[in-house]
């Protein structure tokens, strides 16, 4: 379903200017990029968010440019993750750390996660400045929420392998499921607080330096609850059978000790409120350690830090948006967020892997792991940013073409994953150069298919 806010003066058009609008809307596919994927896609380039065009009048020159910068990183990371689902050839570093530490598979859920909170920011303020009524953005954002975890549950669930897919064993956390839960929080916190930014930022301000900062105070208020939410349940809960603090994988990691504790808090609380059958059945703590009991990546606990990155991404949308035109300040701002977030990480893990405070750790979505690829995400967003949108050396192909139709192509790979041709029966299934010829293929395939349904102007939007 998708919501189109009018402009407050557009009922004070004569009806022939009505349809000369509404035809000419029709015909020019820049604005076709406008009305698309707006907070899981890309929003509007901020440069045109104040246009001083009169409400329903559209020309060449007033027509909303994208931030193919956005578009291109989310790609990016979707590809990756596409590939790396598929196998990513069957190479170690392509599939997820078995507990604590990085691998490439674990950096690009959080990259999502990030630049979703980044599209929040601007599509919601672009669309507060064209006159939509936060009542219906209201709407507008608990019905896309509801969507993608209903996708999530019924249609992209990995419990189908366990047989038909009933209550019983229905999963309930996910990708999708995290993805509707994170958008729902950061996109309403974002709509209590946040008010059309103007067109030029009056550097008589107080404190200028940080005007992107100090009016969402109370966002940051929570956030912090949040996090502090976070810490207490990891640290302070007691879990029957389990020492507190616990964040080991249990099975026969700690010597066995410990062996039906793997996630500690985090699972006890999903084992609490979920049940073990609604759970993920085959985390990768299974490989290494042999964990017997069900463990999700994408649990109750973990949300809150998902939140977390999102709402730094937030955070990258409004800089762009406080410092439109300014290229210069957008960039040192996105260092200088990169800077200060791997400095958290190097004070939390010691910089080592497991002797730290808080190790980095994806199946637990630690405070660190978000620090760690929130700085990675400021840094390579300034990057894609520099060369795509402010030199333009690059116009972001590939990775546009998917960034510009994410929930479709990730949707259509895990439903279309074992099917030719993105599958096929190998002659030699131990053989690294059949498996990553094969992941390649498909993943280059929903690439093209992205590419396709680019040129046709057909994007799901939900």
């Known amino acids: 379903m998708q919501y189109r806010c009018q402009p407050k003066s557009h009922q004070q058009l004569p009806p022939i200017e009505l349809v000369r609008n509404w035809l000419y809307k029709k015909m020019n596919p820049r604005e076709t990029d406008r009305l698309i994927n707006s907070e899981l896609g890309s929003p509007s ?30 790609g990016l990371a979707l590809i990756i993750m ?35 909170g980044t599209s929040i920011a601007l599509s919601l303020s672009s669309m507060l400045r064209r006159g939509c009524s936060k009542w219906r953005l209201l709407v507008k954002i608990l019905w896309r929420s509801l969507l993608l975890f209903l996708i999530g549950v019924i249609v992209v669930n990995p419990n189908y392998c366990l047989g038909p897919l009933s209550w019983d064993n229905l999963r309930i956390p996910g990708v999708l499921q995290r993805l509707g839960c994170t958008y729902l929080v950061v996109a309403l916190l974002e709509l209590l607080f946040a008010k059309p930014v103007p067109e030029s930022s009056s550097p008589e301000a107080p404190c200028p330096a940080l005007r992107d900062i100090l009016p969402y105070w109370p966002q940051w208020l929570i956030m912090m609850a ?92 409004k800089i762009i948006l406080f410092y439109k035109h300014q290229h210069s300040q957008i960039m040192v701002r996105f260092f200088l967020w990169s800077v200060v977030m791997g400095v958290i990480s190097i004070v939390l893990t010691m910089c080592s892997k497991d002797e730290g405070i808080i190790p980095v750790n994806k199946n637990l979505w630690s405070i660190s792991y978000v620090t ?23 116009s972001g192909s590939p990775f546009f073409f998917p960034g510009m139709n994410s929930i479709l192509i990730y949707v259509g790979h895990e439903i279309f994953e074992d099917y030719f041709p993105f599958k096929w029966r190998m002659v030699n299934p131990q053989s690294h150069t059949e498996h990553l010829a094969q992941n390649l293929i498909a993943t280059s395939l929903w690439v093209f298919i992205a590419y396709v349904l680019y040129r046709k102007r057909i994007f799901w939007k939900i």
């Open 82 to 116: 596409v590939f790396v689902n598929y196998g990513g050839g069957k190479y170690w570093f392509f599939k997820h750390q078995s507990w604590n530490g990085l691998t490439v598979a674990d950096l690009v859920f959080p990259w999502f996660v990030f630049i979703m």
């Open 226 to 317: 949040l996090e502090a939410a976070w810490l207490c349940l990891t640290f302070l809960l007691n879990v029957p059978g389990c020492p507190k603090s616990y964040l080991g994988p249990g099975g026969i990691g700690d010597f066995g000790n410990v062996s039906n504790c793997t996630g500690g808090a985090a699972a006890y609380i999903d084992r609490l409120i979920l049940g073990e059958k609604h759970m993920y059945q085959h985390p990768s703590s299974s490989v290494i350690y042999l964990t017997t009991v069900p463990f999700d990546p994408e649990g109750i606990l973990g949300t809150i830090n998902s939140i977390i990155m999102a709402f730094l991404g937030l955070q990258a949308g």
């Open 372 to 394: 760690t690829l929130s700085s990675f995400a400021f840094l390579l967003l300034l990057s894609i940013y520099y060369v795509v949108d402010v030199k333009k050396m690059w």
């Open 45 to 74: 380039r901020t440069d045109s968010i104040g246009s001083d065009h009169p409400a329903g009048v559209w020309s060449a020159a007033s027509s909303l440019h994208r931030l193919r910068s956005l578009d291109t990183f989310r």
